[in-house]
């Protein structure tokens, strides 16, 4: 089945951690989308990546990291210096300007 | 900068009424429009996009979405809700020049509330 597979579903982290949410597509796209999710805000994008080891910064990239090694992969790196990180986190992909975006399933961070 | 205003909340419609959930964007040359649906605790699924051509674009489950250019609107219908369409809609707007696929930006979402 083609598709994209975040992991975990569920995630705690303690204060101070560093933890890192996966994302694997198998759609061969060129273009992967990280967002936050947080009730009334919608969708705001965090990285985005068009190419392998190329990515650029969207509009809440502080206290987050990410890498682009292979095509297939864009994990997300939620750093200490997040200080509000609980939220649904949701990765993306796509193939091109015209195409539309597929989503995973999401993975739910709490910071306990 | 490009950006995308979903104004309504929560639209609450009655079953079989006809349903429309607003969307307006902001980009500085011809956008490429999608709309997208979430149920609780999943991702989003893609419903319709407008790239070119006819105003009118036909997407999944009966829904529909008109572009207008002079009002900058991307509007969401359906003829007939179902309580099945109640959900959290999308609205998002990719600026076709920023690059090879470039920033896809999201309206802040729209409840939709179906009842029988």
């Known amino acids: 089945d083609g598709g994209i597979t975040q992991s975990p579903k569920y995630l705690f982290r303690k204060e101070g951690q560093n933890v890192t949410l996966s994302c694997e597509q198998n759609?061969?796209?060129?273009?992967m989308y990280w967002y936050r999710q947080d009730p009334g805000q919608g969708l705001r994008l965090i990285y985005y990546?068009?190419?392998?080891?190329?990515?650029q910064k969207g509009d809440i990239a502080e206290g987050y990291s990410v890498s682009r090694e292979k095509k297939e992969s864009f994990p997300l790196t939620v750093t200490s210096a997040q200080k509000n990180p609980t939220a649904f986190y949701l990765c993306?992909?796509?193939?091109?300007?015209?195409?539309?975006?597929?989503f995973g399933q999401g993975t739910r961070l709490t910071v306990v | 900068a490009q950006s995308v205003a979903q104004p309504e909340d929560q639209v609450n419609v009655a079953e079989g009424n006809p349903l429309t959930v607003k969307c307006t964007y902001s980009?500085?040359?011809?956008?490429?429009l999608f709309w997208y649906v979430q149920y609780p605790n999943r991702g989003l699924q893609f419903l319709l996009k407008?790239?070119?051509?006819?105003?009118l674009v036909k997407g999944s489950y009966g829904f529909e979405a008109e572009f207008n250019k002079s009002q900058t609107s991307f509007h969401l219908k359906k003829p007939s809700a179902l309580v099945s369409d109640s959900a959290l809609y999308f609205c998002?707007?990719?600026?076709?020049?920023?690059?090879?696929?470039?920033?896809?930006?999201f309206g802040q979402g729209t409840t939709l509330q179906v009842k029988p």
């Open positions: 993306a992909s796509s193939s091109g300007r015209q195409a539309e975006a597929f």
């Open positions: 759609l061969n796209h060129d273009a």
């Open positions: 990546s068009q190419i392998v080891n190329d990515f």
């Open positions: 980009v500085s040359g011809n956008p490429y």
């Open positions: 407008y790239i070119t051509g006819d105003n």
């Open positions: 998002a707007v990719r600026d076709p020049g920023s690059g090879n696929t470039g920033k896809l930006i």
